[in-house]
């Protein structure tokens, strides 16, 4: 009888450990408007297999534009022009791209335009469009959109709402928000939630809305930047610990919001100190984060975009153009909230990327961030190598001290990996196809850990499994002391009978020998559990 031990993983620690020796690398993979004279990219969204841009215009040269590709790669963007009804010559910006799983999955659009009113758009699957709202929601001087859409499910789809806040640009009226059934193509189907006309006339704009920790936030602005939140979606009540631009003024307003860490971030546009990032962790006290623009000062005014990707924390940042402080644009990414590392150049090596915006967004492993170029069009750039995943896999899930185990390599977007057993270094590969080999020659547990590292980027990610293996004996009088067996007739010339009694659950096997040690066959062979 031959006993084999199974490998017996004890727990999975999947982390993220970054260092940074250098900027990363961004390449540009868009540029001079998609060819025509689009000013910026204002949203991006990765949705359907796709990263879409939507574009800002200037001047009434064209209506704003939607393109989408399936790589994100350098001319492989295209046109989706599949809207009804199509776009007016005065809708100028696509302000908002987002999307829900729900239901299958719904994009949505949302389109400024100062003279007739903004509208929203949705779509199944990012080709064909359809519009949802009446323009303005029947008031034309709801013109802008919040920068951001919320879905906030429901038991069922009739209780799932889409979000969106409304702006006046003409600041002429007064903000609002707004909702609709996720899935409700008609226009008319619209309930205005909170009208900041009964409120504070004064609040012209909502410019974020952002879900967290069961709740709605609005971030609005008069003078000064505010933030009402809901439980409900229909109760709205100002959120005191970030009022009045978190209590200093030259907070104008709130550019971007976003969740992390178990964590709720705002960031603010400040032309007096630089933006500023400010995060709460309880919903009702809030502390600055990292200094003024992360120490650039008024040098970088926004803090114009916050996401998450890669298990990182990535913030764009926005300079005045011809200001006498051409920082241009600059992004920052940490882990943990603990680390902060400036992951572009200013400008991304371009001068006149210094605009009044910039979006972030993550496809397929890279992140993208889309800006407005006043000389050429817009661009997009995107990180040259993306952020490396670290994994793998263990080959055989049976496993003795004495056998060979082989840790197959399952990490992405890296070139070097480190490989560790107990925090000594046993190999080195640079091919994700590379396994490696190792015995685990003592019983007992052990920590075996890759680092994955993408050499052009420095950045790395880490995994570790926790295993144990046991020592495997061999024979059956190495069995005899923890198991019965019992063989006769013996000697017999017909049949035998086996007999064994097993302490542990474990492969069994059977087999027949010549007299040479010589196996003739395999009489039985069974994975046995113990039944207590």
């Known amino acids: 009888m031959k006993k084999t031990i199974l490998l017996t993983i004890i727990s999975v620690i999947i982390h993220i450990h970054v260092t940074f020796a250098q900027d990363d690398s961004w390449i540009q993979v868009e540029g001079n408007g998609f060819g025509s004279k689009n000013a910026g990219i204002f949203s991006m969204d990765a949705y359907n297999g796709f990263i879409f841009a939507g574009t800002f215009v200037k001047g009434g040269l064209s209506s704003a534009q939607l393109w989408k590709s399936s790589t994100g790669d350098w001319g492989t963007y295209t046109q989706v022009n599949s809207f009804t009804p199509a776009f007016a010559a005065s809708d100028y910006n696509i302000t908002a791209l987002g999307h829900t799983a729900l239901g299958g999955g719904y994009m949505y659009l949302g389109l400024a335009n100062r003279i007739k009113g903004a509208e929203i758009y949705s779509s199944m699957d990012g080709n064909s469009w359809t519009k ?203 882990i943990q909230d603990s680390i902060w590392t400036q992951s572009s150049n200013t400008g991304f090596s371009y001068a006149e990327n210094s605009t009044g915006y910039t979006c972030l967004s993550s496809f397929n492993g890279y992140v993208y961030i889309g800006v407005k170029d006043t000389v050429t069009g817009g661009e997009i750039m995107r990180t040259g190598a993306g952020v490396p995943q670290a994994g793998f896999t263990v080959s055989d899930s049976v496993i003795c001290t004495t056998k060979a185990e082989n840790f197959t390599n399952t990490s992405s977007l890296a070139d070097l990996f480190i490989w560790y057993k107990n925090g000594v270094q046993f190999a080195t590969t640079t091919s994700v196809t590379d396994g490696v080999p190792l015995i685990l020659s003592s019983a007992g547990r052990d920590t075996i850990m890759q680092i994955a590292i993408n050499s052009s980027t420095s950045m790395e990610d880490t995994a570790s499994f926790i295993v144990t293996a046991k020592v495997c004996p061999t024979g059956i009088a190495e069995i005899n002391p923890i198991n019965s067996l019992t063989v006769y007739p013996n000697p017999a010339n017909g049949q035998v009978i086996v007999k064994y009694t097993l302490l542990n659950s474990q492969s069994t096997q059977i087999a027949l020998f010549d007299i040479t040690g ?14 207590d």
């Open 518 to 531: 010589k196996k003739m066959n395999t009489l039985y062979q069974a994975q046995e559990l113990i039944v």
């Open 132 to 334: 949802i709202s009446k323009r303005g929601m029947g008031n034309h001087l709801n013109t802008g959109l919040s920068s951001d859409f919320v879905v906030v499910p429901g038991g069922t789809p009739s209780s799932s709402y889409l979000y969106v806040g409304l702006s006046d640009t003409t600041k002429t009226g007064a903000a609002s928000i707004w909702r609709t059934l996720y899935n409700d193509a008609d226009s008319t189907h619209w309930t205005k939630v909170l009208d900041f006309s009964n409120i504070n006339v004064a609040i012209k704009n909502v410019s974020w809305l952002t879900s967290w920790n069961n709740k709605l936030y609005a971030a609005v602005y008069d003078s000064v930047s505010h933030i009402y939140e809901s439980s409900d979606g229909v109760t709205w009540t100002k959120n005191t610990g970030s009022d009045n631009g978190f209590g200093i003024n030259s907070n104008k307003l709130i550019a971007s919001m976003c969740s992390y860490n178990g964590a709720l971030y705002a960031g603010t546009n400040n032309s007096i100190k630089g933006g500023q990032l400010w995060k709460t962790s309880n919903g009702s006290q809030w502390s600055q984060v990292n200094g003024d623009a992360f120490g650039q000062g008024k040098g970088i005014y926004e803090l114009s975009s916050l996401i998450v990707a890669n298990g990182f924390l990535w913030v764009a940042g926005i300079s005045p153009y011809n200001s006498g402080l051409n920082y241009g644009d600059m992004v920052w990414r940490c």
